[in-house]
């Protein structure tokens, strides 16, 4: 367990609207990721931190944005959510050993 | 072409039975290589890392096939447990970035 919790695990909303999701993580990791599973797409990049303030784009970055204004925390926008995002969300950290990455619980998103 | 491929299956073995998955990836600057498992709506957990001398834990075997391309993961004495989804990763040494496959289902049958 590396201490990830991700919030809210489900959530309903309507096309158009702003979604935030939350990653926190209790042990002061410094890489933080977040992916997408979609049924025959596997788990895809959207974005990724190497530190606070410090951000990159994965594969599927368009209509999400990140922020990370303190260590434990990485959040998902979805500026204007629409039904293409209706995905699995899952919040990722890169463990100690430098390589491994631990899995956060998933928020489950539904885009009607 | 997918960077990294898998067979989706699904594999249906009996329990007690041996089975082998194996994955191709396509980057050869790749460096590290992982097994996860992920059970049906819960999280990917790590299964296993892959090291080019290969390795074992309990009844789990990885390989890694620089030459060719692929890693494999062979499983022994299933149980019923073993049913999931299983995933094959790779990573790229200075990019920070994992690429996963799409999966490989086990259902392990009584």
Partial sequence: ????????????????TPVTLRCHQTENHRYMYWYRQDPGHGLRLIHYSYGVKDTDKGEVSDGYSVSRSKTEDFLLTLESATSSQTSVYFCAIRGLDGETQYFGPGTRLLVL | RKEVEQDPGPFNVPEGATVAFNCTYSNSASQSFFWYRQDCRKEPKLLMSVYSSGNEDGRFTAQLNRASQYISLLIRDSKLSDSATYLCVASTSGTYKYIFGTGTRLKVLA
């Fill in chain 1, 1 to 16: 367990d590396a201490g990830i919790t991700q919030s809210p695990r489900h959530k309903v909303t309507e096309t158009g």
